[in-house]
Structures are given as C-alpha cells and as structure tokens.
C-alpha cells in the first residue's frame, strides 16, 4: 500500500496540488503524511503522523514553496510506525541530496543494509525506504544513472517518487508490482499511485509508468528503461479487490466494473436463497451490487459504517484493529427476521468479519450467509501488505468449512481463481497472486522479515 504523488508545475502551488493529492490517497495509508518540496534544487520537508488532514493546513502549506513536490501517505510494512520512518526521507550522501517516497517491499533489504553499512553509511530510520534513499544519495554520476544503478540492486515491490537536483524523479520495479501513473495538468507533469488522484488535481491520464521504467522530469521528461521487466507485470492482484479506489483505472479497467463483474460470477458459482443482500462496506459495496444483481435479490445497505473511522485492516496493531472494528459497524433494524447475504472482498485474519456475522445475527438476522468476492488468503505477502505470518491467516490452514465454523456465519463461500481473474479482464501472467497460490515472482525470505525492526 502506501500512497505516492509527485508534480513538476512551476507558477502553481505544488505543495497544495500534493496535499489534494494525497487526500484522493488517503485510503492507500493513515499511519503518517508528509510532503517535500523542492525550490531551486534546495529541499523542504514536512511529515508527520496522521491522516492528511491532521498533518497539514493553511499555514504549513504557505510555508512549502517550490516548482516541484512529492507527497507520501504511509501504510508500515518494513519498519515501525513512529514518527522517523515516516516519509519522504531526506538522505544526504556523497553524491547527492534526495527526498524519497517509497510504495511496496524489499525483500533484499536486510543484505543491502549491511552492504550500506559496510562501506560506512549509517541508516537513521528502520524502514526499506531509507535503503533506496541511500544507494541514490551516494552513487556518483548524474542522477539518471545513479538511480538506475540503484534500481538494478533492488529486488522485490517498488514504486518510488523523489526530489533531487531540481528534478523530479519517478521509478517502478521491473514487475510493476504496485501501480504508478503519469498525468499531464496542461503542460505539467504529474505521477501518482492510482488516476483516482489524477482526476481530483485536474490532470490527465497519460499513461501507467512501465515496469522497470525510470522518469526523470525537469522541463522535459527522460524515460529510460532502467532495468528490463520482468515476464508479463506482475501488479498485485490485492489491489483490483481491495486495495485500490474504485473510480481508479488499473491496467485500463475500472476497479468498480471489476469489482461488479466479481460479484456477478460469485453468484452465478454460490447463489444462496435469500432476503437481503448487503455490502460489507465500502469495498465489499461493487460487488454486492453484482450479487444482488446477478440473483435479483433486493440490495439493501444493512450495516451503516461510520466514516470518521479509518480502514480497520490497515491499523498497525492487533488491539488497534479491534477497537476499530467495534467503532466503524452498525446493524440496520431491517435485517431482524431475513435471510442475508453479506459480502465482502476478503478474508484475511476473520476478526472483523467474526464480530459482523455476530452484529448481524444479534440485530435478529434469521440467517448470515457470507459470500466473498476474492479467493481464501492462504499465505503471506513479502511485496507490502500486512499479513506477514501466515498463522495470522484464517484460511491458511482451514478448509472453508472449518472457517465458516470459526466466524460463525450459516454459509460461506469464496469467489474462485479462475472467477477473479476472468473479473479482471486480465491475463493471469499480467498479476502477483502469491497471497493466493503461493506461487511468488520472486524469491522470498520464509521467515517474516516484516516484523525484524519493528521493535526499534
């Protein structure tokens, strides 16, 4: 996860057009907020923790002026979630000066550390980030070069933004596993993670950034393909069902379609004879359409979710995730007495999901059907999302009746691989689906390198 964006605009309020940015990303992290800007190649940062909104105003936003901006929203997956890990990083080594957003996982990270440390450069920070930051800052050549040397030594999910020497830096990792685009805001320039951030600062989408693609943007744009990409892609299949906004383009398909489409084929795989059928909001919402749809059963919103409350899943501790669960969720009267289908988009430790079905049957549902419009989650994520162990994962060693048991629902079905894919319009080969198969693109630690600085 993670939230990226980045502007080149000179004669308009960079610092702003970031800050409105990383609002439309604001669900792709809420751990910390941060802004850097970049005026006559001299850096100002800003960062902090909390939402967007908590970290900025008026006043702080006047104080950041420049012809160049990358903000970051932070979602922790390598590093803990205090204030020092929080982004951009600012690096200063022997060749350069640079400010640095990072999006996705390392999984060389550790070895890269001690190979920085080795040749005498000390990492402030517990976070990949400052990993990528550093072998930038101190190779020498221009900057093109520097962060294409960089990005040979890099294994695993990366999409980055930086400032340095007055330019503007995009990259992607050469399986594009996290999304990356490019905009045009008139004759400006514009990269952020999802086109959801395009749309609301006015620009246009141009493009995605290619796997393995490097974009240097001063007043004019040098594209290389720093390191050659990797098969087809592999973008996070995670990001089409859950990750993602739903008026965001992935690949050129509409996630909300995509996420419809997955309904439609749940129902026509598990129909369940039913009253109700309601959305474990909001990202279950597309494909509760489809269901409801598909099966013309009455849709109705059922559970009413509490806005000012953050996504339960991304919050970095356990007690956390609970307390917000008990927080974010309230039965409709109407369910008293019907048969409902609930459908969500994953499954993945069964907590939230658990505490519904309860809700519900509490409210006086007859019954709880769940339907759920992705594949179990079976094993765990080394490229930046946050179930680094697979005893976390509810369905890593249950059967679907066992987990039915276990969350307490009357039935329980999971959208097929193949029905999630197809919802896609995609080809397989084009998506990581290792949460999924445990099949990985890369090579990965097996033991759960998330968790090992997290206690610093």
């Given amino acids: 996860m993670c939230g990226l964006f980045g502007v080149r605009s000179p004669g308009r309020d960079v610092a702003r057009l970031t800050y409105f940015g990383l609002f439309a990303l604001q669900h792709r992290g809420q751990e910390s907020a941060g802004i850097a800007v970049s005026d006559d190649g001299r850096l100002t940062t800003l960062r902090d923790m909390g939402l967007v909104t908590q970290v ?17 929203t932070r979602y922790s997956t390598t590093g803990s979630s205090q204030w020092w890990n929080a982004q951009p990083l600012v690096q200063h ?39 990528i930051a550093a072998l930038i800052a101190n190779e020498p050549g221009t900057l093109g070069d520097a962060v294409a040397a960089a990005m040979s030594k890099l294994d695993g999910a990366f999409s980055v933004v930086a400032l340095s020497e007055g330019k503007l830096v995009a990259f992607r990792d050469p399986r594009g ?3 990356l685009c ?56 995670f990001e089409f069902f859950y990750l993602a906004r739903p008026d965001s383009r992935l690949s050129g398909v509409e996630v909300h379609t995509a996420r419809v489409r997955m309904g439609e084929r749940l129902a026509e795989e598990s129909p369940v004879e039913a009253d109700l059928v309601l959305p474990i909001p909001d990202s279950g919402t597309p494909a509760a ?51 409902v289908v609930a459908v ?57 009746e066992e987990v039915r048991e276990h969350i307490g629902a009357t039935s329980l079905a999971y959208l097929s691989l193949e029905g999630l894919q197809a919802s896609t319009q995609r080809p397989a080969s084009q998506f990581c689906r290792a949460c999924l198969t445990r099949d990985y693109p890369t090579a990965v630690p097996r033991e759960a390198r998330k968790l090992q600085f997290e206690a610093v």
């Fill in 289 to 339: 359409i489809g269901f409801s749809r598909a099966l013309n059963i009455p849709f109705s919103e059922g559970l009413i979710k509490n806005r000012y409350v953050g996504r339960t899943f991304i919050q970095p501790d356990q007690g956390l995730r609970e307390q917000g669960i008990k927080l974010k969720f309230n039965p409709l009267a109407e369910v008293a007495g019907k048969r």
């Fill in 182 to 237: 490019l905009g045009r805001l008139d004759g400006d320039w514009v990269v952020a993670s999802e086109t959801c951030a395009l749309d609301l600062v006015g620009a246009e989408l141009e493009r995605e950034v290619r796997p393995g693609e490097l974009l240097v943007i001063g007043e004019r744009v040098e594209a290389r393909q720093a390191v050659p990409p990797d098969g087809g892609g592999a973008l996070c299949i």
């Fill in 93 to 131: 080594g022997s060749a350069r000066t640079i400010a640095l957003g990072h999006n996705g996982n390392l999984t060389n990270a550790a070895e890269l550390r001690e190979e920085l440390d080795a040749q005498g450069h000390r990492l402030s920070t517990t976070a990949d980030t400052e990993v």
């Fill in 344 to 400: 969500d988009d994953s499954i993945v430790r069964g907590n939230t999901t658990r505490q519904i079905v309860q809700m519900l049957f509490d409210a006086g549902a007859a019954e709880v059907h769940l339907r759920i419009s992705s594949p179990p989650v079976i094993d765990q994520c080394f490229y930046g999302m946050d179930f680094a162990d697979p005893e976390e994962l509810i369905a890593a060693d249950r059967t679907v």
């Fill in 56 to 72: 900025f105003d008026e006043q702080k936003l006047r104080g950041l002026r420049g012809d160049l901006a990358i903000g970051h």
């Fill in 177 to 179: 596993m996290r999304p």
